[in-house]
């Protein structure tokens, strides 16, 4: 059984910081890209951050380059994001997934259940 289980989300103000975790279970995820995902009300799931479970590529969304940061501990199968500088925008529910080739919300073969972050201002 696969799993993604995200953990780390909760309330916080304008210009605080979170750290996400997203813990891997179930198989081998070293041909897999990692990432994080997050869905506003409202909005459609969007792409936040990839990093390949192998490799050292990192992908991000323009909304959040300089702010946030994804890291992995392949030791722990853990996958994280660093999310400074928040912003009211941010708000959301943040996904794991992980796909072999493709950074797109289709494309994704296994997603976690989401943890939520709120941003108030």
């Known amino acids: 059984q696969v799993q993604l289980v995200e953990s780390g989300g909760g309330l916080v103000q304008a210009g605080d910081s979170l750290r996400l975790s997203c813990a891997a279970s179930?198989?081998?995820?070293?041909?897999?890209?990692l990432g994080w995902f997050r869905q506003a009300p409202g909005k459609e799931r969007e792409f936040v951050a990839t990093i390949h479970w192998s490799g050292s590529m990192e992908s991000y969304a323009d909304s959040v380059k300089g702010r946030f940061t994804i890291s992995r501990d392949n030791a722990k199968n853990t996958v994280y994001l660093q999310m400074n500088s928040l912003k009211p925008e941010d708000t959301a529910v943040y996904y794991c997934?992980?796909?072999?080739?493709?950074?797109?919300?289709?494309?994704?073969?296994?997603w976690g259940q989401g943890t939520q972050v709120t941003v108030s201002s």
């Open positions: 179930g198989r081998t995820f070293s041909r897999y890209y």
């Open positions: 997934g992980a796909d072999l080739t493709s950074r797109t919300v289709a494309a994704q073969e296994y």
